[in-house]
């Protein structure tokens, strides 16, 4: 039933490829001269030296020219390192150049608790149940692994199977210091140590169907949603309370055992999650190893606010104004090829220089969660120039404790990235998700069909460009093959025109179907893409004008090959082409060109 360790090297067949990490760990794995392949994570345990960064244990393995060995190696590195050490990764003396590629899917699960349980081989060889997973296809240190994963059901029918540890890692918000916290101080109640860390007090009322957050110092944007769950789901609660409760109950006081605890997903209903591993079961089960995004939950708006904001709509009274960050050092953000020294055995100086790592990118799937950023009227604080920081030779992700030792503190925290359908989809998305966070100034967001007319259907519908006649030979080839989205299968190109219904008029958007495209990465790995087109937008007067601009619109759009510069100033007056850009500050993708269309037209919400 169970798979056992071999006395051969490990096959391992996997492509590589290198990445830049700007991070170095000396104490735990400095001594490596060879290449170890991070494995596996093996449970947390707590740190005797630096209480406050409680540490996990990874298996390692080495990679040699005939396999990977069969010795799993353990070393111990801080809980906020983990989005460093993904499963894959590959380190020789400290650092990491390289990872495996491991194959991408993306799965539709139920986060609520009839889709889904807790599993590991210990448990099973127990229960007389199945392995997991077949033992091969990731063989671990021993064939009754203690190590618990969630088991998502699958509509093929089979499984997807996440290591706990790699979900609390990726999934509970995107700081790293919001998990130290989580497994590091008790969760008992809205007075008790874990809240001052990571809820600053509101400055406003609280108000029944408003979910409002404001966010420590330490916390990234990201943390938002999971926190605005925490605080007011007993759900997400109760999953967060487990996370420290289980680290306590099972410590081992002697050190000789991990605490190996399950974590649960934090929300409840249907989810997007997507993974990176190995497929098994004829292709229908998936061991995921790495979390690469996620949805998000469903729910009221969130309300977000910093107890560090500088966004106000007026500027702070300067007689009465507290200052901003006082006394707090700067922090910059650490890009390759600079080197970081991290450790896990020494905490932070208290007024020592600071930093921002960056995990992995995570993806953010679907419709993201609507969060509007509180802006008072006006600002109470004025920024003052940062301190400098004392020097540090080395850097800590744990609680500030002395001076003198060269310590700094590292923010680690893994970047949102918006997950992209295209430009097309992203910028009706966009208009849908806008409509949501502006009930009050837009009215309707609907997609035009000349069968159908104007639709707020959720999915937009297309008008199909008509075929040139092949009798007119002054159409040249390229002009006839643009027309169609796929040329080998003649599938004519499609166009959305959307419109967005103000209080006082109506917006139309036009984008123009892409055909799919391949361009390389930052390091040449073959990235996907689409070709590019600027979109078009206009105010009609009436409905008789704007359709009179459509139908010149479809049809010389066409022999400009969606060039649509060259038709914005013609067949209606408040016309402007807008480019797709994109802002850090952006909620979904396609917002930044949708609000750059509505600032071509002069319409600011």
Known sequence: MFGGRGLMPIKFDKPTRRIRHVVRFKGSLGENTTNWITWWYCGIVKNTAANTQPLVLIGFREVGSKGLSDEVILRRVPLTALGQFRIGSIWKGGLCRSEAVFQIETFDVTFSKEGWRLVSFSDAKYRGDSAPYPFGIHPLAFSADKNWMIEFDLQSGGKLLIPCLEFLARCYGRSAELKRVLATYPWCGPTEVHNSRLYAPLEEKEEPEKWKVRLRRRMVNGDVVFLAHAKYDPYTAAAAKRIYAQIEALHNTKGKAPAFIKVTPWFQGTAQLKVSGISFDSGRSFLALNVIGCSDPKGVPVLRDRENSALADQSADPAGARPAWAGAPD???????????????????????????????????????????????????????????????????????????????????????????????????????????????????????????????????????????????????????????????????????????????????????????????????????????????????????????????????????????????????????????????????????????????????
């Open 331 to 605: 922090r910059r953000l650490v890009t390759p090829p600079e080197i970081i020294d991290l450790t896990g055995y020494q905490e932070p100086d208290r007024g020592a220089a600071a930093i921002e790592i960056q995990d992995p990118d995570f993806e953010l799937l679907g419709v993201p969660r609507v969060v509007i950023d509180v802006r008072p009227k006006q600002g109470e604080t004025t920024a003052t120039p940062p301190a400098p920081g004392t020097d540090a030779d080395r850097y800590s992700s744990g609680e500030p404790l002395g001076d003198g030792k060269g310590v700094g503190y590292a923010a680690i925290h893994a970047k949102p990235v918006l997950e992209s359908q295209g430009t097309l989809r992203d910028v009706w998305n966009a208009m849908l998700f806008m409509q949501k966070a502006h009930p009050e100034t837009i009215k309707a967001v609907e997609s035009f069909t000349w069968e159908s007319g104007f639709k707020d259907d959720p999915e937009p519908q297309l008008i199909r460009l008509k075929e040139i006649s092949g009798s007119d030979e002054s159409i040249s080839t390229d002009v006839r093959h643009w027309l169609y989205a796929d040329v080998h299968a003649r599938t004519v190109r499609g166009i959305l025109v959307a419109r967005m219904v103000l209080q006082e008029k109506w917006l139309c958007l036009l984008e123009i179907q892409r055909r799919p495209r391949t361009k390389k990465d930052s390091v040449g790995n073959p990235k996907a893409s689409e070709e590019n087109f600027k979109g078009l937008v206009c105010i009609p007067a009436n409905q008789a004008e704007f359709e009179h601009w459509l139908i010149q619109t479809v049809s010389e759009i066409r022999y400009a090959k969606g060039i649509v510069q060259r038709l914005e100033g013609m067949h209606i007056e408040n016309c402007a082409a807008f480019a797709h850009s994109r802002s850090k500050n952006e909620r979904i993708a396609g917002e930044a060109a949708v609000l750059n269309a509505l600032e071509k037209v002069n319409v600011r919400l």
